[in-house]
């Protein structure tokens, strides 16, 4: 099983930087997702991180360390549709996913 | 079809009774998973299909909770004898792997 770690909210400005950080602890670990869900709404992917380092979508980007056990989700240039919460998901060898509780980011103007 | 589709989107019912919630996942997805959320929460595992091995039930919460897979596509969650704390919305989700699942917009389930 695996246990992720995020917290619990976030709010920053409109055209702002906000890093959403995950630390997990699991075995049999492959690899770290970003999933964002808006109210109502299905989550919907964002990314996946298999290998340590940084990969860039957009404006979002997002970072695994496993040495660490850590990711975190950059959301840069906020706009106020990203206004959602963001769940970071760890993939191990028994193929599910176990989602953290959830960031919920509020942009304001 | 172009999405994972589910239904129905909203079910209310008296608790006692049974509910039966469908999923038709992407075709050619060979993994099927369902998730149960409740309000302001993260997502709960439930069950995974994979293939034709056998499913993946570690995480339903009693044996009033089933599902099956039919010809490897449609799946039906099961609820019998539902009580108040199993409000929530089911989610269902698809995938070819661990990485991208593409998720249902849900049952919205409420026992009254």
């Known amino acids: 099983g695996q246990s992720l770690e995020q917290p619990s909210e976030v709010t920053a400005v409109e055209g702002a930087i906000v890093q959403i950080n995950c630390t997990y602890q699991?075995?049999?670990?492959?690899?770290l997702s970003w999933y964002q869900q808006h109210d109502g709404g299905a989550p919907t992917f964002l990314s996946y991180?298999?290998?340590?380092g940084l990969e860039e979508t957009g404006r979002f980007s997002s970072f695994l360390s496993r040495s660490d056990s850590y990711g975190y989700l950059l959301l840069q240039e906020l706009q106020m549709k990203d206004s959602a919460s963001y769940f970071c998901a760890g993939s191990s060898n028994d193929y599910k996913l176990s989602f953290g509780a959830g960031t919920t980011v509020t942009v304001r103007a | 079809g172009a999405g994972v589709s589910q239904s129905p989107s909203n079910k209310v019912t008296e608790k006692g009774k049974d509910v039966e919630l469908r999923c038709d996942p992407i075709?050619?997805?060979?993994?099927l998973y369902w998730y149960r959320q409740s309000l302001g929460q993260g997502l709960e595992f439930l069950i995974y299909?994979?293939?034709?091995?056998?499913?993946?039930k570690s995480g339903l919460p009693s044996d009033r909770f089933s599902a099956e897979r039919t010809g490897g596509s449609v799946s039906t969650l099961t609820i019998q004898r539902t009580q108040q704390e199993d409000s929530a919305v089911y989610l269902c989700?698809?995938?070819?792997?661990?990485?991208?699942?593409?998720f249902g917009s849900g049952t919205r389930l409420t026992v009254v």
């Open positions: 991180n298999a290998l340590d």
């Open positions: 075709s050619g997805h060979t993994a």
């Open positions: 989700a698809s995938s070819f792997g661990t990485a991208g699942y593409t």
């Open positions: 699991t075995s049999g670990f492959y690899g």
């Open positions: 299909f994979q293939g034709n091995s056998a499913p993946d």
